[in-house]
T-cell receptor, first 120, second 110 residues
Framework: EVHLLESGGGLVQPGGSLSLSCAAS????????MNWVRQAPGKGLEWVSA??????????ADSVKGRFTISRDNSKNTLNLQMNSLRAEDTAIYYCAKGKVWFGDGIDYWGQGTLVTVSS | QSALTQPASVSGSPGQSITISCTGT?????????VSWFQQHPGKAPKLMIFDVSNRPSGVSDRFSGSKSGNTASLTISGLQAEDETDYYC??????????FGGGTKLTVL
């Protein structure tokens, strides 16, 4: 059974940084693309970033490009998201989401999410 | 990276069928068969219901079906049940090398 567990969320001031992690189990982690998707309180889903199965290719939404960095450690079955220069509009639940072999083919499993609040 | 367009709400009576539309452009829905649909209950993570326009993952009821015509994808739920009442989102791959979601549709079972 696929299991994705996010951690690292919390309260951070505008302009600050935060690092999220996602521990994956139940599948061959190194065979699949991985994504981060966020959902602001009471709002819809917004795709944030993706990384290919071995980490050679990364993809970002315009809203986070240059501020967020996605990475993965296939030896530890872990996905990461480094978030810098955080803004109030980055406040959201951040979901770790498993992709297909190729990231463009979408998402098939989601974690339960971790809440990031950007506020002074 | 404009969001795909979904109706804010749809409704139907138990046993009826409803269709939720998801409209994009030739740079996303119209250009690729990488459309997915997700169901999200309040406070829960989204669940994949349809992938690659019209394919159902194992375990998803065959009351759920997907299709696409031009730049618009559709999710149809037949034999509507009370448990279907929740939010639904579409997503697509885009020519910009990103994924994009629709704004979400709230389904009410009358």
């Amino acid at each position: 059974e696929v299991h994705l567990l996010e951690s690292g969320g919390g309260l951070v001031q505008p302009g600050g940084s935060l690092s999220l992690s996602c521990a994956a189990s139940g599948f061959t982690f190194s065979s699949y693309a991985m994504n981060w998707v966020r959902q602001a309180p009471g709002k819809g889903l917004e795709w944030v970033s993706a990384i290919s199965n071995v980490g050679l290719a990364t993809y970002y939404a315009d809203s986070v490009k240059g501020r967020f960095t996605i990475s993965r450690d296939n030896s530890k079955n872990t996905l990461n998201l480094q978030m810098n220069s955080l803004r109030a509009e980055d406040t959201a639940i951040y979901y770790c989401a498993k992709g297909k072999v190729w990231f463009g083919d979408g998402i098939d499993y989601w974690g339960q999410g971790t809440l990031v609040t950007v506020s002074s | 990276q404009s969001a795909l367009t979904q109706p804010a709400s749809v409704s139907g009576s138990p046993g009826q069928s409803i269709t939720i539309s998801c409209t994009g452009t030739s740079s996303d829905i119209g250009g690729y068969n990488y459309v997915s649909w997700f169901q999200q209950h309040p406070g829960k993570a989204p669940k994949l219901m349809i992938f690659d326009v019209s394919n159902r993952p194992s375990g998803v009821s065959d009351r759920f079906s997907g299709s696409k015509s031009g730049n618009t994808a559709s999710l149809t739920i037949s034999g509507l049940q009370a448990e279907d009442e929740t939010d639904y989102y579409c997503s697509s791959y885009t020519s910009s090398g990103t994924l994009v979601f629709g704004g979400g549709t709230k389904l009410t079972v009358l």
